[in-house]
């Protein structure tokens, strides 16, 4: 199968390029030129060391005009398209557009943020707490764009793909409502692991390496939430994109357990080798940035019963060696920011 990575150079793209090359399919990459690619996702896509593996076509264009490089992308011929970065219903109806005709099959990458539980823990949802946890065919949020124009311009500092209409919903309605392109969904938790821009495992390894006490507020530390590590997201990635019966289906894809912030604190401490105290505090009591903001009455466990069933998925890595790996890596970026 010939399968086409648009935004493959970040930090998934990279793990399902050498999930699909492994699996013996032949992989292109369209991306920006390389004078404006990350040095280390470059790396690993040239990487060509296995002789065994087939070398990773790569197309080079701008994401927010696939119009203009719709003959370099035809010539790669892809019989599926994993888009990685698709931020807005504008860029999805593009996405379809150029590819009607052209591919069998478009795979999107989705998020749980589309669920009305997100609306609820960020009290743009009104109503009852939603039950969990949350399935394919869970309510999805009425409220649109949930995160304010601040947030969306922060976070295009650390995605440049992201665009000022950011909202996953539209993207779902694109992708999977053309009759004549097949498409597949994708719900992403958060994925945390080597390379992880948003860095979600180093405050609380920085403190811990600092010698301080990790401080909790009750309600936090209580709170539940999806979560995956980044080679067994890109693993659940290409093997949607390479079943055909995964065309016209949704997919949430997190780990079985939905931990607890302390949890997770618990695990990441037993991996940095750190025996200091982790302090769970009442509301009144936590200093004030151990308060996170929302409603944290609303948890976001996530179902992923249906990718294993349907498709057979089971995570590659377990994991022990998942978390071990990222605060390794999470310790090593430090110190070379530190230089």
């Given at each position: 199968?010939?399968?086409?990575?648009?935004?493959?150079?970040?930090?998934?793209?990279?793990?399902?390029?050498?999930?699909?090359?492994?699996?013996?399919?032949?992989?292109?990459?369209?991306?920006?030129?390389?004078?404006?690619?990350?040095?280390?996702?470059?790396?690993?896509?040239?990487?060509?060391?296995?002789?065994?593996?087939?070398?990773?076509?790569?197309?080079?264009?701008?994401?927010?005009?696939?119009?203009?490089?719709?003959?370099?992308?035809?010539?790669?011929?892809?019989?599926?398209?994993?888009?990685?970065?698709?931020?807005s219903g504008r860029q999805a109806r593009e996405l379809m557009k150029v590819f009607r005709g052209r591919a069998r099959r478009v795979v999107a990458l989705s998020?749980?943020?589309?669920?009305?539980?997100?609306?609820?823990?960020?009290?743009?949802?009104?109503?009852?707490?939603?039950?969990?946890?949350?399935?394919?065919?869970?309510?999805?949020?009425?409220?649109?764009?949930?995160?304010?124009?601040?947030?969306?311009?922060?976070?295009?500092?650390?995605?440049?793909?992201?665009?000022?209409?950011?909202?996953?919903?539209?993207?779902?309605?694109?992708?999977?409502?053309?009759?004549?392109?097949?498409?597949?969904?994708?719900?992403?938790?958060m994925v945390y692991g080597p390379g992880d821009a948003l860095h979600r495992f180093l405050p609380v390894l920085q403190r811990m390496d600092r010698g301080?006490?990790?401080?909790?507020?009750?309600?936090?530390?209580?709170?539940?939430?999806?979560?995956?590590?980044?080679?067994?997201?890109?693993?659940?990635?290409?093997?949607?994109?390479?079943?055909?019966?995964?065309?016209?289906?949704?997919?949430?894809?997190?780990?079985?357990?939905?931990?607890?912030?302390?949890?997770?604190?618990?695990?990441?401490?037993?991996?940095?080798?750190?025996?200091?105290?982790?302090?769970?505090?009442?509301?009144?009591?936590?200093?004030?940035?151990?308060?996170?903001?929302?409603?944290?009455?609303?948890?976001?466990?996530?179902?992923?019963?249906?990718?294993?069933?349907?498709?057979?998925?089971?995570?590659?890595?377990?994991?022990?060696?998942?978390?071990?790996?990222?605060?390794?890596?999470?310790?090593?970026?430090?110190?070379?920011?530190?230089?």
């Open positions: 199968m010939r399968v086409l990575l648009i935004g493959g150079t970040g930090f998934i793209g990279p793990h399902v390029a050498r999930a699909l090359q492994r699996a013996g399919h032949d992989v292109g990459v369209f991306h920006r030129p390389a004078t404006q690619r990350s040095v280390s996702a470059a790396s690993i896509l040239h990487d060509e060391s296995n002789t065994q593996i087939a070398p990773i076509t790569h197309v080079t264009g701008d994401r927010r005009d696939l119009a203009a490089s719709v003959d370099q992308l035809e010539a790669f011929a892809p019989d599926v398209v994993v888009d990685l970065i698709l931020s998020s749980c943020d589309v669920y009305r539980a997100c609306g609820v823990l960020h009290e743009l949802e009104e109503g009852p707490l939603e039950p969990l946890p949350l399935t394919e065919a869970s309510p999805l949020r009425t409220t649109l764009q949930t995160y304010p124009p601040a947030q969306i311009q922060k976070l295009q500092h650390v995605f440049e793909w992201l665009d000022e209409e950011y909202d996953k919903i539209p993207v779902e309605r694109a992708i999977l409502g053309d009759p004549s392109l097949p498409g597949t969904v994708l719900r992403l938790p301080e006490p990790i401080v909790l507020e009750e309600k936090h530390a209580a709170w539940r939430a999806p979560r995956g590590f980044v080679v067994n997201v890109a693993a659940a990635i290409a093997l949607a994109a390479t079943s055909p019966q995964a065309g016209g289906r949704i997919y949430n894809v997190a780990e079985p357990e939905s931990f607890s912030e302390l949890e997770w604190v618990r695990q990441i401490a037993a991996a940095a080798d750190w025996h200091g105290d982790i302090v769970v505090l009442p509301a009144g009591r936590a200093p004030a940035d151990a308060k996170i903001p929302g409603n944290l009455d609303q948890h976001w466990v996530v179902d992923s019963t249906r990718i294993r069933d349907e498709l057979g998925y089971r995570e590659p890595i377990d994991r022990n060696t998942a978390i071990a790996q990222t605060v390794a890596w999470e310790r090593a970026h430090a110190a070379r920011s530190q230089r």
